[in-house]
């Protein structure tokens, strides 16, 4: 077993969850850097950090995650934080979107619950002790034109959160979301400049968030907040009050 703590962050090679691989590393974490199709982004990752490891995964697919879970077992011993930050967003409005879409949006949420139930199983509820923090959107609370399956997810991912915290009442084990706003990512910078200024102009810091700002209260919420359980802590620059 790791003398260190361990965080685990899903997506993690790229954005949001890059940054919280950074982040996690600051604060001492031996990071487990998840990915699915980014090899060379994740491997960069690892470059960057101290004492990081790679973890691929499809996390769609269960039994891609119980191989994952396996390895963590006998290679790592230990999960300290899971940073449950993977996502896709698969965008057509409600008459063009098909079924298959609808459901391979699904799945990645379904892949997102098993992974939990698996690393509470063997890590978490074994230690008495544990941080789960969900990365979830602003558009899950507002909705968004375009993208319906997508904000149910999101939404879902809250109120994932809320019910598993006061399932694991008693256990030691907090569970909360960050829901950022409009962040600087690869997938924000291909949106049309007509449509940024549009968002932008709802933002009260006049400014789009950067990955670093939303790494900064997932780094919180796994060193410190201890009295902090089953919340939704929104980083959106004033986009959405909560």
Partial sequence: ??????????????????????ALSVEGFHVGIHYRKSAE???????????????KADLANIDDVEAM???????VGRIDVLVNNAGQSINADIL?????????QRALTRGIWYLTKRILR??????????????????????NAGQIPYT????????????LAQEL??????VNSVAPGFVETE??????????????????????GKPEEIAEVVAFLATKGSYITGSVIHVNGGLYGG
């Fill in 1 to 22: 077993m790791m003398d260190k703590p361990v965080a685990l962050v899903t997506g993690g090679a790229t954005g949001i969850g890059a940054a919280c691989c950074r």
């Fill in 41 to 55: 982004q994740a491997q960069k990752i690892q470059s960057e950090i101290k004492d990081g490891f790679l973890v």
């Fill in 69 to 75: 879970v396996a390895m963590l077992k006998a290679d």
């Fill in 96 to 104: 063009s979107m098909k079924i298959e879409q609808f459901d391979e």
């Fill in 122 to 143: 063997q890590f978490m509820l074994r230690s008495s002790s544990g941080r789960i923090i969900n990365i979830s959107s602003v558009v899950g609370h507002t909705g």
């Fill in 152 to 163: 149910m997810e999101k939404a879902a991912l809250d109120a994932f959160t809320k019910s």
């Fill in 169 to 174: 009442r008693g256990r030691n084990i907090l």
């Fill in 187 to 208: 997938m924000t910078r291909e949106l049309p400049e007509e449509l940024k200024s549009k968002i932008l102009a709802g933002i009260t810091l006049n400014r789009s």
